[in-house]
């Protein structure tokens, strides 16, 4: 889930940037070491509640757009991929849409009522809570 704010701090540890960083490594087909500048970015980052989807979505994007050519592949390179403005913007343009979902079917008198936007995060931040526990209770 991203952070609703650029302002949202999230815990992070160690375990968490090495994982980051192995899944960057792994996408990009690098091998850099996770030196100690490395896990300031990675930390700042994370910090702002950006999770590896996250990251694996943006790296995919950028790196469908870098096959596209309407990316340079400096765009990937870590000291740019981890400014979290650039990170931001590259998730939001990521999930945009150019063309209008297709026209759902008109709802049937017996489908429950829509939730409100705030019950839909709610339910969206508890199933992340439930994600989180039991993550940690894997390792």
């Known amino acids: 889930m991203s952070p609703s704010s650029p302002?949202?701090?999230f815990p992070v540890d160690a375990a968490a940037i090495n994982t980051a960083h192995q899944l960057y490594c792994q996408l990009t087909g690098q091998s850099l070491r996770l030196a100690f500048d490395r896990e300031r970015m990675w930390y700042e980052l994370l910090r702002t509640g950006y999770g590896l989807e996250d990251l694996r979505?943006?790296?995919t994007?950028?790196?469908r757009e870098i096959r596209a050519e309407r990316r340079n592949v400096g765009a990937l390179k870590l000291s740019n991929l981890l400014q979290p403005d650039r990170f931001e913007e590259d998730l939001q343009i990521s999930r945009v849409?150019?063309?209008?979902?297709?026209s759902s079917p008109p709802a049937s008198k017996s489908s429950p009522?829509?939730?409100?936007?705030h019950q839909q995060q709610q339910g969206r931040e508890r199933a992340l809570e439930c994600l989180r526990q039991i993550k940690s209770t894997l390792r």
């Open 57 to 59: 979505a943006v790296i």
């Open 113 to 117: 009522p829509a939730l409100s936007a």
């Open 61 to 63: 994007y950028l790196q």
């Open 97 to 102: 849409r150019l063309r209008p979902s297709p």
């Open 7 to 9: 302002s949202v701090c």
